[in-house]
Antibody
């Protein structure tokens, strides 16, 4: 069974930092590109960042560029999102997700909530 | 950025009746490799999103065949042939052709 389990969310003050983790299992993590997507309370989905299987291609939404860093450890089947200089508008549930273009090639974690507030 | 515009944003449907959601992109979603990377996701209340359709019209495994996707270029549609109670939730289109990836605003499907 494919599983993506996020952790690391919580309450942080504006300007602070958090590191999110996503543990993957049930598929060949090292072969797949991964994404972070967030959803502010009561709002829609916003793509945040992408990393390909070898970490050679990395992309960010303009809203997080220069503040967030995506990375992965294929030996540990893990995806990370280092979030610095956090703002109130970063408050959201953060999902790790894959959406390869084959049947059954998409999975999402349960999400981890991040609240940026003083 | 490619803007994805869904309509309607709210869709009350009678059980057993069909439903249709439109998604229009501000640019063509045809990739240089010839594929069109348009996905449809369903998010049931309190749950994580789940993909239903990829590359315009391909159903993911386990997705009921009452869901279908169609379209080309900049104009796409998700159809539910006969709405069931389990279909309540918000539906999002998402383009995977251009950077940054972008989602539509979401269409809330509810039972009348």
């Amino acid at each position: 069974e494919v599983q993506l389990v996020e952790s690391g969310g919580g309450l942080v003050q504006p300007g602070g930092s958090l590191r999110l983790s996503c543990a993957a299992s049930g598929f060949t993590f090292s072969s797949e590109s991964m994404n972070w997507v967030r959803q502010a309370p009561g709002k829609g989905l916003e793509w945040v960042s992408y990393i390909n299987s070898t970490s050679s291609v990395i992309k960010y939404a303009d809203s997080v560029k220069g503040r967030f860093t995506i990375s992965r450890d294929n030996a540990k089947n893990s995806l990370y999102l280092q979030m610095n200089s956090l703002r109130a508008e970063d408050t959201a549930t953060y999902y790790c997700a894959r959406w390869g273009y084959s049947s059954g090639g998409s999975s999402w974690g349960q999400g981890t909530p991040v609240t940026v507030s003083s | 950025d490619v803007v994805m515009t869904q309509s309607p944003l709210s869709l009350p449907v009678t059980l057993g009746q069909p439903a249709s959601i439109s998604c229009r992109s501000s640019q063509s979603l045809v990739h240089s490799d010839g594929n069109t990377y348009l996905n449809w996701f369903q998010q049931r209340p309190g749950q994580s999103p789940r993909r239903l359709i990829y590359k315009v019209s391909n159903r993911d495994s386990g997705v009921p065949d009452r869901f279908s996707g169609s379209g080309s270029g900049t104009d796409f549609t998700l159809k539910i042939s006969r709405v069931e109670a389990d279909d309540v939730g918000v539906y999002y289109c998402m383009q995977g052709t251009h950077w940054p990836r972008t989602f539509g605003q979401g269409t809330k499907v509810e039972i009348k």
